[in-house]
């Protein structure tokens, strides 16, 4: 860890907020580590969210408290990690897409299959296979569970955009990335520099 653990007064702030300053951050899981360089932000009043019907029996987690990690099957394949944020009850969340490995790549390869370094947390199914999230810990509150996400470098040049594999909503600027990271899910077409 390079930093303090990020605890829930950090991810009880507004998503807007917290998007941003999640990039630069290190996620550890076990003797894993990568840092965090784009995230998505997800929030009720949004018809691409989880969280759009209410608090139903699969997105119950992303209602709070913050801090929490609402991990779950994307076309039922992939598992995909978000960070609750907000005060308990505005089911708002930041999906993990990418992030750039820094310590235990041998174990991230052996569970990707893949030598690449670029290849291994570059998307959110990717991230979670390479650290070994799954769905046994969802609900589970950052830093007291199997999950630690720390203060890392600070980040000047984020860049936004729109999101990537939702089929509504996609106008709206709620990707964050760190600018010209080789790690991206994919890179920002003609991004803006927040």
Do not use: K
């Amino acid at each position: 860890m390079t930093g303090a653990l990020l605890d829930q007064a950090f991810f009880s702030r507004p998503v807007a907020e917290v998007a941003p300053e999640l990039l630069g951050c290190v996620i550890e899981v076990g003797r894993s580590a990568a840092v965090i360089v784009e995230v998505e932000r997800y929030q009720q009043d949004d018809p691409a969210s989880h969280s759009f019907r209410g608090p139903t029996p699969r997105a119950a987690v992303m209602f709070g408290p913050a801090g929490r990690l609402y991990v779950y099957r994307s076309y039922g394949i992939h598992w995909c990690a978000n960070v609750v944020c907000e005060p308990e009850g505005h089911g708002a969340a930041l999906l993990l897409r990418a992030a750039e490995p820094v310590r235990g790549l041998a174990a991230m390869r052996r569970r990707r299959g893949v030598e690449d370094a670029r290849l291994l947390c570059s998307g959110p199914g990717r991230l979670c296979q390479a650290l070994g999230i799954d769905g046994s810990m969802n609900g589970s509150l950052v830093g007291a569970g199997p999950v630690r996400i720390a203060a890392g470098d600070a980040v000047h040049d984020v860049v936004v955009g729109s999101r990537i594999g939702i089929s509504v909503a996609v106008d709206r600027p709620w990707r964050f990335g760190v600018a010209g990271s080789p790690h991206l899910s994919r890179p920002f077409p003609s991004p803006v520099v927040a």
